[in-house]
C-alpha cells in the first residue's frame, strides 16, 4: 500500500501521519520497531530500495515513512525509486499480498511537480491528500472546532481576529489555543466551562502583527505618510484580516491617547505603567510616540477610528479606503 500525503499545509498532515502511525502500532505492531523514517531529501536510491524490500519471517508488515523525496537534488533518486515502486506493485498483484504500508510525505504544494513522474505516480495512489492552506473561513471554523474538542468555546468575531493575528498558520495557533484554554480554565470553578472573547486574545496573543503596528504608529507619529501607507498595504498584503488590524489599530489609539494624558500630568513611566497597568516596554515605545501628537489630535484621530469601526459593521464604508483617507490626514 502507497500513501501520499503532500501540501503547504504541513500541521494537518502531520496530524494525519501521527494518525496513520498510531493505528499501525495499535492494529500491527505495538512495539513499534517496525516502523522506519528516510528523509528522501538525502538518501540514495539504493538505501531507500534495501529498506522497502527487506522481507522477514517474523514481521507480517512494515511502515516505511519516506519524508521530502523532492527535495533530493538526484533526479536519478526520483526516477528509480518511481520504477522500484512500479515494480513492486506488480509483484504484489501477482502474489496477491502487500507486505509494507508505505507513507510519502512531502511539505511542497505540487504545483511545480505535475510534469514529474514520480508526483505523477504517488498522485495516481488511492490515498492521496493534498492538504492546502485553509481559507479565512476554513480557518475560523478551524479554530472554533479546535476549541471545543479541547473543552472550551470561542465565538466567530474572536476566532476571526485570532486567525488574522497568525496568518493562517495553525501551528502558531494550535498553540495559542492551548494558551487561552489554560489561562481561561485557571481562572474558573471546577465544572465551569471556559469561553475564549476578545481581551483573553489581546491580552495573551501578540500575533506576528504587535511590532508592525508599533511601526505604523510610528511612521503615523513622525508624518511620514509615505512609509505609513507602504507598511499599511504590507499588512493587507501579509493576509492580516480587516477587522483584526483596525481593532489592533484602535487598541494602539487608545493606549497612545491615554499615555499623552498620564504624560500631561507629569506622571512618570513607572507609573503609568502600574496605573494603566500597561506592559513597561509598551509604555516605553509610547511615550516616545505621543511626542508628535496633541492631545486633540489623539482625540480626534481616536473618534474617527470608532466611527470607521461602526461604519465597517454596517458596510457603509471600505476598510482600506477609509483608513488610507484618514492616515493622509493626519
Known amino acids: 500500500m502507497i500513501i501520499f ?29 517496525n516502523i522506519f523514517n528516510i528523509d528522501g531529501g538525502k538518501a540514495a536510491i539504493g538505501a531507500i530500495k534495501e529498506v522497502i524490500g527487506a522481507r522477514s519471517l517474523f ?11 523532492f527535495s533530493n537534488k538526484s533526479e536519478k533518486v526520483q526516477e528509480g525509486i518511481c520504477e522500484y515502486l512500479k515494480s513492486q506493485l506488480k509483484l504484489e498483484k501477482k502474489s496477491e499480498q502487500g507486505d509494507n504500508v508505505i507513507i510519502f510525505w512531502e511539505e511542497i504544494s505540487g504545483d511545480k511537480q505535475k510534469s514529474n513522474k514520480l508526483f505523477k505516480f504517488l498522485s495516481e495512489q488511492k490515498i492521496t491528500q493534498n492538504f492546502k492552506k485553509l481559507s479565512n473561513t476554513e480557518t475560523v471554523n478551524w479554530i472554533k472546532n ?18 488574522g493575528m497568525f496568518n493562517g498558520d495553525l501551528w ?16 474558573l470553578l471546577p465544572e465551569s466551562e471556559a469561553i475564549i472573547v476578545m481581551d483573553d486574545v489581546e491580552t495573551l496573543s501578540s500575533g506576528n502583527v504587535n511590532e508592525n503596528i508599533f511601526a505604523l504608529t510610528d511612521a503615523i507619529s513622525n508624518k511620514n505618510k509615505a512609509l505609513t501607507m ?12 480587516d477587522t483584526y488590524l483596525l481593532t489592533m489599530v484602535i487598541r ?11 504624560s500631561d500630568l507629569g506622571m512618570s513611566p513607572h507609573k503609568m505603567t502600574s ?9 516605553q515605545k509610547c511615550s516616545s510616540q505621543v511626542r508628535g501628537f496633541s492631545l486633540l489630535a489623539l482625540k480626534e484621530i481616536f473618534s474617527s477610528l470608532i466611527e470607521i469601526d461602526k461604519k465597517m459593521k454596517t458596510g457603509q464604508v471600505d476598510f482600506k479606503v477609509a483608513l488610507s483617507l484618514l492616515f493622509a490626514k493626519i
Open 5 to 33: 500525503l503532500y501540501g503547504e499545509d504541513t500541521f494537518r498532515s502531520r496530524q494525519k501521519l501521527k494518525e496513520l502511525k498510531d493505528k499501525f502500532i495499535k492494529e500491527v505492531d505495538p512495539s513499534g520497531n
Open 59 to 69: 514481521v507480517r508488515k512494515r511502515m516505511i515513512i519516506i519524508e521530502n523525496i
Open 146 to 163: 479546535e476549541t471545543q474538542l479541547r473543552g472550551a468555546k470561542i465565538d466567530a468575531s474572536t476566532a476571526s481576529a485570532l486567525a
Open 172 to 187: 502558531q495557533l494550535n498553540n495559542e489555543i492551548n494558551k487561552l484554554i489554560n489561562y481561561k480554565q485557571a481562572q
Open 230 to 241: 507602504s507598511l499599511f498595504e504590507k499588512e493587507l498584503a501579509a493576509g492580516v484580516a
Open 252 to 262: 494602539q489609539f487608545k493606549i497612545l491617547l491615554q499615555v499623552k494624558e498620564a
Open 275 to 283: 496605573q494603566l497597568h500597561l506592559h513597561p516596554f509598551v509604555v
